[in-house]
């Protein structure tokens, strides 16, 4: 099985929807990440969490906002989906004083 | 700004070839660089880490070479294989965010290895 699980793998919705995608993981690593990539560009931070009492905004939060119910699963909202949200979204666990981030599946988002 | 490029875009090369890709980083002050390799559909996974101290790391196939005063790194790929295909990332984290949670992500090189 694998340690970092994404839900849904594939989403499409429309201008204006809430949706929540779902990261969990299996590996015991207090570090959560929410990441979105974007043809031809990096991967930029949108949240991240040290614990389940512990969240923080990267680099482009606008528009999103994320729950960390419990120490092995991080989720992330879009309130009102915009088409410019369209992407491909990661989740990824990092174990405190490692360096090595491990990364889920992505989810593929499409807004309509 | 800190800033990671990677070159080239995209690569094509022929099954048992070797290739280099490049990767330059404005990332200051420095803590590590990071190569990860990413399949289509998949996230990525870490091949290398290396810190300032280090020019150099090999994970099987791969080698990894760092020059911190010029603020470049390769990664090379020796005696291609199919499964090479995949974007390559350069990742720099500096060290005022090493905490792991600010890292700056080059866009990738695409790797297509051909038979």
């Known amino acids: 099985d694998a340690d970092v699980t994404q839900t849904p793998r594939n989403r499409i919705t429309k201008t204006g929807k809430r949706i929540m995608l779902e990261c969990s993981q299996t590996k015991g690593h207090d570090r959560m990440y929410w990441y979105r990539q974007d043809p031809g560009l990096g991967l930029r931070l949108i949240y991240y969490?040290?614990?389940?009492?512990?969240?923080n905004k990267g680099e482009i939060s606008d528009g999103y906002s994320v729950s960390r119910q419990a120490q092995a699963k991080f989720s992330l909202s879009l309130e009102s989906a915009i088409p410019n949200q369209t992407a491909l979204y990661f989740c990824a666990t990092r174990a405190q004083g490692r360096e090595t981030q491990y990364f889920g599946p992505g989810t593929r988002l499409l807004v309509l | 700004k800190n800033q990671v490029e990677q070159s080239p875009q995209s690569l094509i090369i022929l099954e048992g070839k070797n290739c280099t890709l490049q990767c330059n980083y404005t990332v200051s002050p420095f803590s590590n660089l990071r190569w990860y390799k990413q399949d289509t559909g998949r996230g990525p996974v870490s091949l290398t880490i290396?810190?300032?101290?280090?020019n150099t790391k090999s994970n099987g196939r791969y080698t990894a070479t760092l020059d911190a005063d010029t603020k470049q790194s390769s990664l090379h790929i020796t005696a291609s294989q199919l499964s090479d295909s995949a974007s390559y990332i350069c990742?720099?984290?500096?060290?005022?965010?090493?905490?792991?949670?600010?890292?700056?992500f080059g866009g990738g090189t695409r790797l297509m290895v051909k038979p």
């Open positions: 290396m810190t300032f101290s280090e």
């Open positions: 990742v720099v984290s500096d060290l005022e965010n090493n905490a792991g949670n600010m890292l700056t």
């Open positions: 969490s040290f614990d389940v009492k512990d969240i």
